[in-house]
């Protein structure tokens, strides 16, 4: 086993696990407090059932799978559908009707693989496509990290956007300073770049005027979360139901890129099954007391692909802390006040590192690219999930790695059938 790397049953001592559990907060709070400012409801609901939904999703899948459960970007055109037809927070009581509909798909769909289990998984995704759906979840998130980092105009952006300078080399300074500690430093600061690439950076932007205090200042020590009543309407489930077609394949690559990373079948041991369930479980009761639905995320597999730390201890301490952040609104308020440049750097290096663990897929699978059907399946993976393609499922719109999976398993069941019918040209 390479040295230096923390298992995932392994637990470190406190003062060093504090350091690594704030790098997987730092990585997810910026997308996972952006959710509910958009839904226009209260962030500190989010953080504690994202923090109880994880421990819930760690002790169901045994704390073998180091996963953090975040807010899920899929539900956001659909939800904007629902709050458009009510005024006030009416619609957001519907909404979570919807949720609770969603949660309760993924544990019917963990049932279902406990029941047949996950070879089906092997005929599907074969890693011709496995690996390139695995790029595409973190090269389709690329340009996000670039307008953060300031490379590139945001889709809301006027036609007189120009790049600000000390965006730009406030993400590039963090970026580097984050590549300059994880290729020199030794020991535990080895394990630490992310973090202190972030604290680095949020200096930095704080000499160059990219860091406001106004909310840090306005913000309650003790902050209680808001609890908001579910209502159930089968118009707006509907409507909100098809977001589950992302997540799920979302969810199914996520934990293969996972466990391609930590070096074991998560989807055998301790199963896609309890996976699901912990998902679901946890959307279920999130959307019992008003917070979103939950999803692993894209930017905690990158920290653990970068610092190889793997200890599900270290992703419980993260949610510990967003628990505690609930209530401590100031402190809340400071990690929120981390400039979007600082963040851009970080996540450039962090959606790299999940497309290179899918091209490692590719090279450590030995995938012979002599073969027609495993360069078919990666070519369009790929194409279908960058080239921007999407398919609308009523008010959700199917796209990048989502479509890249339906396609992927459309094209895995052709070549099978073929082989069946014995009309294949290739052995």
């Known amino acids: 086993m390479e040295k230096n790397v923390i298992q995932v049953h392994e637990k470190l001592p406190f003062w060093e696990s504090l350091p690594l559990s704030l790098q997987h907060l730092f990585a997810m ?176 932007a704080f000499f160059a005027g990219l860091v406001d205090f106004t909310t840090v200042k306005e913000a309650s020590f003790i902050a209680l979360p808001t609890f908001y009543s579910i209502k159930f309407n089968w118009s707006d489930i509907l409507a909100i139901i098809p977001a589950a077609l992302v997540l799920v394949p979302e969810h199914i690559g996520h934990t293969m890129v996972t466990g391609n990373i930590v070096g074991k079948d998560l989807t055998k041991d301790p199963g896609l099954d309890r996976s699901f369930l912990g998902n679901g479980i946890s959307t279920i009761l999130s959307s019992l007391v008003g917070s979103t639905p939950n999803t692993t995320y894209g930017e905690n597999i990158g920290v653990l692909a970068i610092t190889k730390v793997y200890s599900t201890w270290i992703i419980g301490g993260a949610a510990v802390i967003a628990i505690f952040l609930s209530f401590f609104g100031k402190f809340a308020a400071l990690i929120s006040s981390i400039p979007t440049a600082v963040m851009g750097g970080i996540s450039l290096l962090l959606f790299g590192m999940i497309a290179v663990s899918g091209l490692r897929t590719l090279v450590e699978a030995k995938v012979d690219y002599d073969k027609s059907r495993n360069l078919i399946l990666t070519c369009v993976v790929l194409v279908v999930g960058l080239s921007g393609a999407t398919i609308q499922l009523g008010s959700v719109p199917l796209k990048g790695m989502g479509l890249a999976t339906i396609v992927a398993i459309i094209l895995s069941l052709f070549f099978k059938l073929l082989d069946v019918l014995k009309l294949s040209n290739e052995k």
Request: net charge neutral; glycine share 12%; charged share 10%.
């Open 29 to 204: 709070f910026g997308s996972t407090v952006l959710v509910p400012v958009l839904f226009g409801v209260d962030p500190g609901t989010i953080l504690l059932m994202n923090g109880i939904g994880t421990l819930i999703y760690i002790f169901i899948t045994k704390g073998k799978i180091p996963a953090y459960l975040g807010s899920s970007f899929a539900f956001i055109s659909p939800v904007f559908v629902v709050l458009g037809r009510y005024s006030g927070l009416e619609g957001y009581s519907y909404a979570l009707g919807g949720f609770f509909a969603v949660g309760v798909i993924l544990v019917i769909i963990g049932l279902i693989i406990k029941a047949v289990g996950t070879g089906w998984l092997d005929l599907i995704f074969p890693p011709a496509a496995m690996g390139a759906i695995v790029a595409v979840i973190g090269l389709e998130l690329i340009p996000t990290a670039a307008q953060m980092a300031g490379f590139i105009a945001p889709a809301d952006a006027t036609t007189d956007w120009a790049m600000d300078p000390k965006t730009v080399t406030v993400s590039l300074l963090t970026l580097a300073i984050t590549i300059v500690c994880w290729v020199t430093l030794r020991g535990f600061l080895k394990i630490i770049p992310i973090l202190i690439g972030i604290i680095s950076g949020y200096i930095i």
